[in-house]
């Protein structure tokens, strides 16, 4: 079935460092490929999408990729603040599909 | 349109009482999906409508669990008989499908609490 497999936390980085969180995918077809970040308390927000392969995704200096031959979506940005500190989610979703599949989140902490 | 709207944002009930939540989706979205989150662990789809078709409700966690979603409008969510292990943030999230369009718009969660 479809699943998504995120990098665990959690990940603390001081400011202005470079960040990678890993994501791999297993699905059947073309799935459209989402990174959700949640605040504290909060629901999740769409930091970013891509809906098919060598599409990039990007918003708010965060870019993540679509690379099919390697089923992966990794999410990146080059220098990380303190306000980026939240849980960061991984999603799938075919195209026809009828649920989103999320990863399990990871934890980042940023330190002034 | 201020986006997806839950409520309440908290809920406290005493094991074993009915408790139930409601979603207004963003206007114009076809799609509402139901899911639940526990702490540490990316959301959990529960079930989901197609205006107001429930298309998908295998995944409700028992028989304790059921949501309507009267006219395609808003949806609610109840739990009968409410047990410790419930305890949880129940999320809606909404979508305009469409072979475009797929991202799902996700509102503040209902956090539950069963003591």
């Known amino acids: 079935g479809d699943s998504v497999t995120q990098m665990e936390g959690p990940v603390t980085l001081s400011e202005e460092a470079f960040l990678t969180i890993n994501c791999t995918y297993t699905?059947?077809?073309?799935?459209?490929l989402f990174w959700y970040v949640q605040y504290p308390g909060e629901g999740l927000q769409l930091l970013l999408k891509a809906t098919k392969a060598d599409d990039k995704g990007s918003n708010k200096g965060f870019e993540a990729t679509y690379r099919k031959e390697t089923t992966s979506f990794h999410l990146e940005k080059g220098s990380v603040q303190v306000s980026d500190s939240a849980v960061y989610f991984c999603a799938l979703n075919r195209n026809t599909g009828n649920q989103f599949y999320f990863g399990t989140g990871t934890s980042l902490t940023v330190i002034p | 349109d201020t986006g997806v709207s839950q409520d309440p944002r908290h809920k406290i009930t005493k094991r074993g009482q009915n408790v139930t939540f409601r979603c207004d989706p963003i206007s114009e979205h076809n799609r509402l999906y139901w899911y639940r989150q526990t702490l540490g662990q990316g959301p959990e789809f529960l079930t989901y409508?197609?205006?107001?078709?429930?298309?998908?409700k295998s995944r409700l966690l028992s028989d304790r669990f059921s949501a309507e979603r009267p006219k395609g409008s808003f949806s609610t969510l109840e739990i009968q008989r409410t047990e410790q292990g419930d305890s949880a943030m129940y999320l809606c999230a909404s979508s305009l499908v469409s072979l475009m369009n797929t991202e799902a718009f996700f509102g503040q969660g209902t956090r539950l609490t069963v003591v």
């Open positions: 409508f197609q205006n107001e078709a429930q298309l998908e």
């Open positions: 699905a059947t077809g073309y799935p459209s």
